[in-house]
């Protein structure tokens, strides 16, 4: 009786159906989505002005450095005829299309375009000081300058899948830090070594 009892008293009771918890209710969610979205939005449309700007600029510096190479009779390296290029060029480009996903594979096509200007043998010779010149063997500079062409190579290529693969904000965070970060790097390493090379030389010159 008692047992009969207990079981009519658990089927009276209301069936509590539980779900699982979530942080925010849909139209909070909705929202968040929606400012993240947005703000995406605007840094792009700020990258997209800024870039203009630049581009602007950028023609204006080179023509203005080519012409003071013409006055003062001074050969122009391809390389900067090539930079000027690729200004003009890529930045034309990227005003017609509007295309942020252009504006984000473009620094590929400036690193693969320098990376191919740097595999021409010695190109790194006018840009040193004399006493880097006299002491640091020049296979030694050549090598540097074809690390230099690989390494821009690879940046080309790290920056093509990223810009096809994630999204913008992870894109701007690899040329901001990864990309510039790798340069300084790499930098840092051959002054070091044309340092310590011509440490050494000189130490040998004056025993």
């Given at each position: 009786m008692r047992k009969a009892r207990i079981r009519k008293l658990q089927s009276d009771l209301p069936i509590i159906e539980t779900k699982p918890h979530l942080a925010d209710p849909p139209e909070d969610r909705g929202r968040h989505h929606?400012?993240?979205?947005?703000?995406?939005?605007?840094?792009?449309?700020?990258?997209?002005?800024?870039?203009?700007?630049?581009?602007?600029?950028a023609v204006a510096a080179g023509l203005a450095q080519l012409f003071r190479l013409k006055l003062t009779r001074r050969r122009i390296e391809?390389?900067?005829?090539?930079?000027?290029?690729?200004?003009?060029?890529?930045?034309?480009?990227?005003?017609?299309?509007?295309?942020?996903?252009?504006?984000?594979?473009?620094?590929?096509?400036?690193?693969?375009?320098?990376?191919?200007?740097?595999?021409?043998?010695?190109?790194?010779?006018?840009?040193?000081?004399?006493?880097v010149l006299r002491n640091v063997p020049e296979p030694t500079i050549v090598a540097a300058g074809y690390a230099w062409a690989a390494l821009l190579a690879a940046l080309g290529l790290a920056n093509?899948?990223?810009?096809?693969?994630?999204?913008?904000?992870?894109?701007?965070?690899?040329?901001?830090?990864?990309?510039?970060?790798?340069?300084?790097?790499?930098?840092?390493?051959q002054y070091g070594v044309f340092r310590a090379i011509v440490r050494q030389r000189i130490a040998q010159a004056a025993m």
């Open positions: 929606c400012v993240f979205q947005s703000g995406e939005d605007i840094a792009k449309a700020a990258l997209q002005r800024v870039g203009r700007v630049d581009h602007r600029g391809p390389m900067q005829w090539m930079s000027l290029g690729l200004v003009v060029v890529l930045g034309g480009a990227t005003m017609l299309t509007q295309s942020p996903r252009f504006m984000m594979i473009k620094p590929t096509i400036v690193h693969f375009a320098v990376a191919t200007v740097m595999l021409r043998r010695g190109w790194m010779l006018r840009y040193l000081p004399e006493i093509l899948f990223i810009a096809l693969r994630f999204d913008f904000a992870t894109w701007a965070w690899f040329i901001s830090v990864g990309s510039v970060g790798a340069k300084l790097a790499a930098f840092a390493l």
